[in-house]
Nanobody
Framework: QVQLIESGGGLVQAGGSLRLSCTSS??????MGWFRQVPEKEREFVAG????????YYSNSVKGRFTVSKDNAKNTMYLQMDNLKPSDTAVYYC??????????????????WGRGTQVTVSS
């Protein structure tokens, strides 16, 4: 069974940067996405990248500050987060579906999920 493992979360001051990584234990490429969740709220889409890595999409709340990319040779997706805000505090999850060609903003279209990594931005 394919597993996704996130890393790179932590505590950072507002205006700072973090880079999250999501490494897949499977072979082959997949459309992938980043989602985040805070307590008592639904998980929300953050960013997505197509199977080949050439197409990306962002939620309005992170556009211009976050950059998603993937290295298919390393089976790894990244989320570069710059100019972080306290409102970015959440558990960040990566997701994948090898049957998808493009990204999706809907969590139901992903069939594999990581366990999440905590990002905390202090003011």
């Amino acid at each position: 069974q394919v597993q996704l493992i996130e890393s790179g979360g932590g505590l950072v001051q507002a205006g700072g940067s973090l880079r999250l990584s999501c490494t897949s234990s499977g072979r082959g490429s997949a459309a992938m996405g980043w989602f985040r969740q805070v307590p008592e709220k639904e998980r929300e889409f953050v960013a997505g990248v197509s199977r080949g890595g050439g197409a990306t999409y962002y939620s309005n709340s992170v556009k211009g500050r976050f950059t998603v990319s993937k290295d298919n040779a390393k089976n790894t997706m990244y989320l570069q987060m710059d100019n972080l805000k306290p409102s970015d505090t959440a558990v960040y999850y990566c997701a994948a579906n090898p049957r998808l060609i493009s990204y999706s903003t809907y969590e139901d279209e992903y069939d594999t999920w990581g366990r999440g990594t905590q990002v905390t931005v202090s003011s």
